[in-house]
């Protein structure tokens, strides 16, 4: 089979389609016929040669995908031939084929295309671990998510929505529209207003319930006054 290989470490000019060897299927895991793969920062640092892949994994990169499943498992249940899926992955989603444990494996909802399906596990995953079980966001209660034009800030808007919680974001004006399409209550232009200020006066004081920052941007002192009373703050951390 073909998969998206790093020649060697620099810019996008150094991938290439390679033949490569088929992924063998374990017996807890499905392989995957992939239709499309999402790109993180961790595919971009791994092409730069700051992201070695996990022990075990396949040396090119991909850490999210959807497709179908073509073969699966001799212990593998709840999962059949021709499902569509999308996967979580240590690496290897830039290629034909994959094979993936099956609890990484999730079903592509209705209505979403397979295309679409391939950025999905990573956003959902780490908005619902964060927002959803780490913060405890419910119904009723003020989210601010940092980033809000990012594919975890976009991902947030929506999940708070579908839950019943009200939904504020900071982003650049450009991306204002967008976000009041995806359900903001308000979106804050962080180059030239402050948040706290904007979060306190549109929530007439009470503040955020739960702030959602990826961005890495120093906000610990201003995240703190953001806060209502008994407000949980969910900082996401990563290596630039």
């Known amino acids: 089979m073909r998969a998206v290989t790093i020649r060697e470490s620099g810019g996008p000019d150094v991938l290439e389609w390679s033949e490569v060897p088929e992924p063998a299927v374990a017996g807890d895991e499905v392989l995957i016929e992939v239709a499309a793969a999402g790109v993180n920062r961790a595919d971009v640092q791994q092409r730069k040669g700051f992201y070695p892949p996990p022990p075990g994994a396949p040396e090119y990169p991909g850490l999210e995908c959807s497709g179908t499943v073509a073969a699966v498992g001799v212990d593998v249940t709840g999962w059949s031939v021709g499902d569509r899926v999308c996967a979580l992955l240590p690496g290897g989603g830039y290629a034909e084929r994959v094979a993936v444990d099956a609890r990484s494996v999730l079903p592509v909802p209705d209505g979403v295309s397979l ?11 780490t ?39 009200v939904p504020y974001a900071t982003a650049r004006a450009a991306k204002h529209d967008t976000l009041r399409e995806l359900g903001v209550e308000a979106a804050f232009d962080y180059t030239a207003t402050d948040f706290v200020d904007e979060i306190m006066s549109a929530t007439d004081g009470h503040g955020a319930d739960v702030i959602l920052d990826h961005m890495g941007a120093g906000y610990l002192p201003r995240n703190v006054q953001a806060l209502a009373r008994n407000g949980r703050l969910a900082v996401i951390g990563f290596q630039g």
């Open 127 to 165: 908005v619902w671990s964060n927002v959803g079980m780490v913060a405890r966001l419910s119904a009723g209660e003020v989210l601010l998510v940092h980033g809000g034009g990012s594919g975890i800030g976009t991902f947030a808007v929506q999940f708070a929505r579908a839950i019943g919680a």
């Open 115 to 125: 295309v679409d399906a391939a950025g999905l596990p990573e956003v959902a995953c």
